[in-house]
């Protein structure tokens, strides 16, 4: 059984940060791609970030140079700093994790956690 549980959410003023945690728990054997999604109300879900096993790391054109996205491998959790939000960054956040447990391997969806941008 594994689970995931994010934090960090919240308001915010416009200009303001924000960091986003993700932990997961329970019989892991590796965890590969770690990565953030979000979704706005009325919009589909989006790519926010990713990052590799060896932490390299991708992210949307829409975030880039002010979102950063890194993982502590021991403690099994992806990070996501936000700073300089912008109101369109208003959206339900979500992590995903790509988890190996013994004998099968399969990713794995956080709860989500609310983030709100106040201009």
């Known amino acids: 059984q594994v689970q995931l549980v994010e934090s960090g959410g919240g308001l915010v003023q416009a200009g303001g940060s924000l960091r986003l945690s993700c932990a997961a728990s329970g019989n892991i054997f590796s965890i590969n791609n770690m990565g953030w999604y979000r979704q706005a109300p009325g919009k589909q879900r989006e790519w926010v970030a990713g990052?590799?096993?060896?932490?390299?790391?991708n992210y949307a054109d829409s975030v880039k140079g002010r979102f950063t996205i890194s993982r502590d491998n021991p403690k099994n959790t992806v990070y996501l700093q936000m700073n300089s939000l912008k109101p369109e960054d208003t959206a339900v956040y979500y992590c995903?994790?790509?988890?190996?447990?013994?004998?099968?391997?399969?990713?794995?969806w956080g709860q989500g956690t609310q983030v709100t941008v106040s201009s």
């Open positions: 990052i590799t096993s060896s932490s390299s790391t």
């Open positions: 995903i994790l790509d988890i190996t447990v013994v004998g099968s391997r399969r990713r794995y």
